[in-house]
């Protein structure tokens, strides 16, 4: 293991030394020519390197800047410094989902507002199989992204809004220094959970904000409980997120700074921005040239999510278990539903039960077709009886997809009158861009004034919530 990090190193170093030896190079160059220095030319060149995606980013800067966020001092009065209350969720899921660590890290970060903590953030850690770059390339394994890099606002240390004292969140290392062990109490989720049954999510998280309000200690440490019978030891687990108990949060939820200081991150915004431009109409189809430069894509996009691949089985297993959509998209005011219907056995459904979810959760090419073309006529429906005059032109397709039928969808949806057609595939994401092209995809689905999406997804259930917050109409937000 030590041979191979060296020659990692190596490698790294070598990159960076030719990287330094050509800017001086074409520098020197420019200063020594007749012609005045194109500063356009050094820029493209420099981006070269930013763009090179052999290997992944070292968020360097990044990670500097979070650990000199203002509240990581001693001397800050109370309810932050040394005298401070902090909380760190040990338990929180790692390795998984990006959608299924971001709605746990949301949540606890209310639950920490709520209770008067400092919630502690840490890196999101990949799950191995999804991380964009294979492991004799990676920086660490298992490989992480700063969090920072992926969302903005409180949960990541930012600021809780003018007149509001709570404390703001902390990094682990701070928490190393500012909470010792022997300043720590630990609390095991198997002292808490059994006792709250089938309790909705809104009774979970009084029982924990009560104890974490209550508790005299600076610092709570919740550890998970590890083979004991709780195959998901977190505060709020599956059972809480991937059913009907989640909707009691919602109101408090919504509402709170959490969901509405929620942003998104610089490195986020800037692969949207660079990638603004495929989204233009061509100048052939606008009245005048003048009205592309006018447009704002994301006004006229319907964006729909179409995961395919490893979804398959995805869909088969929710079908077996009879499963209801997840998190926010259970919600009742949203226009499309789906109850599980009757019928089947433990972890067996009918062939016509078994159909009915593949008609939402894997749709036909037909069925996709029509769900768009239903969306796109309700929406602006919906919209020209509040008197507003929208259009509906530029289509950009959400997918892991790379086949050959994601180019017959392509085509198929120019017949159908959209001016663009775009897909996750087409955007040009420099190495920061790569790494977090999942939240690229989402915000630009936030952005969208119509979104479709998988009743059953986190990847979906997060969009709906930035867009709900938002305030993005109901009929905006459509399922399959």
């Known amino acids: ?28 160059s420019l200063a020594y020519t007749s012609e005045p220095i194109n500063w356009r030319k050094v820029r493209a060149t420099y981006l070269v390197g930013s763009r090179n995606l052999n290997y992944p980013p070292s968020y360097t800067a990044l990670k500097k800047k979070e650990q000199g966020l203002p509240q990581h001092d001693l001397s800050l009065p109370f309810p932050e410094g040394r005298n401070g209350r902090y909380v760190k969720f040990t338990s929180e899921i790692q ?35 999804y991380y964009p770059w294979p492991q004799e390339k990676a920086i660490t394994w298992p490989p992480f992204t700063p969090l920072s890099a992926l969302i903005a606002g ?28 022997e300043k720590r ?32 200690e600076p610092c709570i440490e919740i550890q998970p409980s590890i083979g004991e019978g709780d195959s998901y030891p977190q505060v709020f687990d599956l059972w809480v997120w991937g059913s009907w108990k989640v909707l009691s949060l919602w109101e408090a939820f919504s509402k709170s700074p959490v969901s509405q200081l929620l942003g998104t991150s610089a490195t986020v915004e800037r692969a949207v921005q660079s990638n603004k431009g495929i989204f233009a109409i061509p100048v052939s189809q ?25 979804f398959n089985q995805a869909c088969q297993s929710l079908s077996d278990w009879n499963a209801t959509f997840y998190s926010w998209n259970l919600l009742e005011f949203l226009p499309d539903k789906f109850t599980p219907p ?21 749709p036909s090419d037909d069925e996709i077709l029509q769900k768009i073309r239903d969306s796109r006529s309700d929406y602006l429906d919906a919209v020209n009886g509040q008197g507003r005059k929208e259009t509906l032109d530029i289509l950009y397709i959400l997918t892991n997809d790379d086949s050959d039928w994601l180019k017959g969808v392509q085509k198929n949806m120019l017949t159908e009158g959209w001016k663009v057609v775009v897909t996750s595939r087409d955007l040009v994401l420099d190495r920061e861009g790569k790494d977090v092209a999942m939240a690229v995809d989402m915000e630009i689905a936030r952005k969208a004034s119509v979104f ?11 969009i709906l919530h930035r867009r709900l917050v938002d305030g993005k109409i109901p009929m905006s937000n459509r399922f399959y």
């Open 95 to 129: 390795q998984l989902g990006w959608n299924n660590v971001l709605n746990e890290r949301l949540m606890d970060t209310f639950l920490a507002y709520k209770s008067n903590r400092a919630y502690v953030f840490s890196d999101y850690i990949w799950k191995d199989d």
């Open 452 to 462: 479709i999406g998988n009743g059953w997804s986190s990847f979906t259930s997060n």
């Open 1 to 28: 293991m030590p041979k191979v990090a060296s020659r990692r190193a190596s490698r790294r170093i070598l990159f960076l030394l030719l990287l330094v030896a050509t800017t001086v190079l074409i520098t020197l």
């Open 185 to 216: 109490r630990i609390i095991n989720t198997r002292d808490v959970k059994p006792g709250l049954g089938d309790a909705t999510g809104a009774v979970v998280f009084a029982t924990w904000q009560k104890i974490l309000l209550e508790a005299p």
């Open 342 to 362: 009757p019928g089947g056995s433990f972890g067996k459904n009918t062939p016509e039960n078994e159909a009915l979810y593949m008609k939402h959760c894997l």
């Open 286 to 310: 606008t009245a005048n040239a003048h009205e592309v430069d006018e447009v704002d894509p994301f006004s006229h996009m319907l964006a729909i999510h179409l995961r395919r691949g490893d």
């Open 154 to 181: 409180p949960t990541v240390g930012g600021s809780w809004g003018p007149n509001d004292s709570a404390p703001r969140s902390v990094t682990e290392k701070w928490y190393e220094v500012v909470c010792p062990p």
